[in-house]
């Protein structure tokens, strides 16, 4: 399994920006998917995940409300729409697939792309 995340760049505080990690070599719809984020000096950390066909979905606390994240099995896409960025939410943002849905740690995941860099600055 392949994972492209792209989206990423400089906004300011109050802003929005919209992720995008594109899938490719397996069935997409086998595998929930998962974001996490690295902040410089910081170990990675859990942001949201989704089951394969959408119905469910799982925040951290301190994203909840303000990130939403969603999927298009036709497009082999997740997506994780951030709005009301914040300047701790600047780091680098990866997608993850497993085929077990509902993990949380970063040991759990199969499946990682490269990341992709978020710098919230006024």
């Known amino acids: 399994v392949q994972l492209v995340e792209s989206g990423g760049g400089l906004v300011q505080p109050g802003g929005s920006l919209r992720l995008s990690c594109a899938v490719s070599?397996?069935?997409?719809?086998?595998?929930?998917m998962g974001w996490f984020r690295q902040a410089p000096g910081k170990e990675r950390e859990f942001v949201a995940d989704i089951n394969w066909n959408g119905d469910y979905t799982y925040y951290a606390d301190s994203v909840k409300g303000r990130f939403t994240i969603s999927r298009d099995n036709v497009k082999n896409t997740v997506y994780l729409q951030m709005n009301s960025l914040k300047p701790e939410d600047t780091a680098v943002y990866y997608c993850?697939?497993?085929?077990?849905?509902?993990?949380?740690?970063?040991?759990?995941?199969?499946?990682w792309g490269q990341g992709t860099p978020v710098t919230v600055s006024s």
């Open positions: 993850a697939a497993d085929p077990v849905y509902g993990n949380t740690l970063e040991w759990q995941y199969h499946y």
């Open positions: 070599g397996r069935t997409f719809s086998n595998y929930a």
